[in-house]
């Protein structure tokens, strides 16, 4: 239930509270009736409700970064500017040996490609599974 009673509850037509998840004069839809009579106004629909309020606050929730999320970018942002770094730094210095630029270039690229951590996935996934 949206209040979180599980025993029925005793209803009277006497406001007694400012919030209409505490009075005693509101229900919601869906809401059944066990004992006695009752005449019900609908005061008003969808959006507007308690439970549209709830739905739309609930619903505009943005997920935000975890923790481990934001380590393991901020891992990958090292990992890449050190790749990037010895990658430029090998291209100059290739070219300051003498090496062609084709030569230059295929040194940068096997160089970036070789600081790729290739078992970070398998590694993190390990990990997380192991804390869980």
Known sequence: SLTGESEPQTRSPEFTNENPLETRNIVFFSTNCVEGTARGVVINTGDRTVMGRIATLAS?????????????????????????FLGVSFFILSLILGYGWLEAVIFLIGIIVANVPEGLLATVTVCLTLTA
Do not use: D, Q
């Open 60 to 84: 505009s929730l943005e997920g935000g970064k975890t923790p481990i999320a934001v380590e393991i970018e901020h891992f990958i942002h090292i990992i890449t500017g050190v790749a990037v």
